[in-house]
C-alpha cells in the first residue's frame, strides 16, 4: 500500500473514495470550451481584414470600450454608429453573450444588452432642477 508522510491513515491516496463516481473526481483537467465559441471573433477579424479599412476598436484605445464611466460608455457606443461591420459584431456578442463592454455600438453588462451605464452610488431620492 502506498502512503505518503502526511496520510496517517494508511489508505492509498490514488483510490478514490468508496461511494464516489468517475464524474467526482479532479484527476482530469476540466473540459475546454469547443473552439467554435471563438470561431465569431475570428470571422469578425476576417471580414474586418478583408474590408481594408479602419474600424473604431481597431483605431482608437481599447479601454474606451470598457470603460466605467457612463459618458465614457456614451462615447464608445457613438464610436459603433459608422463602424462597417457594426451588425456583425452585436450579433457575435449577443451569441457569445459577452460579459461586459460596447460591442455593435451596444453595452454589455453580465452578457446582456443595457441602454445605459448607471454612475456608481445610489440614485438621488429627489430630482435635480435642470
Known amino acids: ?39 465569431p471573433l475570428t470571422e469578425l477579424d476576417d471580414e474586418i481584414e478583408r474590408l481594408g479599412v479602419p474600424v473604431p476598436c481597431r483605431t482608437y484605445d481599447p479601454e474606451v470600450f470598457f470603460a466605467e464611466s457612463p459618458a465614457d460608455v456614451e462615447y464608445a457606443k457613438s464610436l459603433c454608429q459608422t463602424c462597417p461591420v457594426r451588425e456583425a459584431c452585436l450579433a457575435g456578442a449577443k451569441d457569445r453573450r459577452e460579459p461586459w463592454g460596447v460591442w455593435g455600438g451596444e453595452l454589455f453588462i453580465q452578457g446582456v444588452v443595457v441602454p445605459r451605464k448607471r454612475p456608481r452610488g445610489r440614485p438621488r431620492k429627489n430630482p435635480v432642477a435642470a
Open 1 to 39: 500500500m502506498h502512503t505518503t508522510p502526511h496520510d496517517t491513515s494508511g489508505t492509498d491516496l490514488n483510490t478514490p473514495h468508496p461511494g464516489t463516481t468517475a464524474a467526482d473526481r479532479t484527476d482530469h483537467p476540466p473540459a475546454q470550451p469547443p473552439e467554435t465559441t471563438l470561431l
